[in-house]
């Protein structure tokens, strides 16, 4: 176990919906990064958020946009569903080792099927 | 050409045999990661690496700066290793990582 928890688990709606991914970082963690896991892209960087803050976008679609809240969780919204948003969406948060060396935790995934 | 290259892409050994994948990437870097993913999805990050060599148990990272390739190295292994193999970049100057398409390690008992 991680620490990084997300919700729900798997998700299954239709195309043009609107759904709301959820992730908890670890207690600590400033640091919360969304990913997308498709079947024909691997592994993707969404978008990175430092303490309420974007640090970082990726491949992000204008249809996805997320936030962090004050309580430093996270929510990845996705709008106007299409079928190839079909994929693990991964959130992670990190910590600084020895040496400022980060370390990522990766929650366990949402799975969402766009039908 | 993707940014950073895995190989091989699949790989299938038997118990206790010496495993070595490797990690070829593109761009100028400030760490590079290797992730595991079981067969379930939860992905674990096993080691981040700037320079040199880290070692956990069975396992050893490596990563050559001047040739831009990384090598994750299994000793003596187990079926339970059995799980997708990722490596990851961090783009220097930036807060993304960029991903490999992973190796699928398959050991047979």
């Known amino acids: 176990d991680s620490g990084v928890t997300q919700t729900p688990k798997h998700l299954i709606t239709a195309t043009g919906q609107r759904v709301t991914l959820r992730c908890s970082p670890r207690s600590g963690d400033l640091s919360v990064y969304w990913y997308q896991q498709s079947l024909d892209q691997g592994l993707q960087f969404l978008i990175h958020y430092y303490n309420g803050e974007e640090r970082a976008k990726g491949n992000i679609l204008e249809r996805f946009s997320a936030q962090q809240f004050p309580d430093l969780h996270s929510e990845l919204n996705l709008s106007s569903l299409e079928l190839g948003d079909s994929a693990l969406y991964f959130c992670?948060?990190?910590?600084f080792g020895q040496g400022g060396q980060e370390t990522q935790y990766f929650g366990p995934g949402t799975r969402l099927l766009v039908l | 050409k993707n940014e950073v290259e895995q190989s091989p892409q699949n790989l299938t050994a038997q118990e206790g045999e010496f495993i070595t994948i490797n990690c070829s990437y593109s761009v100028g870097i400030s760490a590079l990661h290797w992730l595991q993913q079981h067969p379930g999805g939860g992905i674990v990050s096993l080691f981040m690496?700037?320079?040199g060599k880290k070692k956990h148990g069975r396992l050893i990272a490596t990563i050559n700066i001047q040739e831009k390739h990384s090598s994750l190295h299994i000793t003596a292994s187990h079926p339970r290793d059995s799980a997708v193999y990722i490596c990851a970049v961090r783009v220097r100057g930036a807060q993304k990582l960029v991903f490999g398409q992973g190796t699928r390690l398959t050991i047979n008992p």
């Open positions: 690496l700037s320079s």
């Open positions: 992670a948060s990190s910590a």
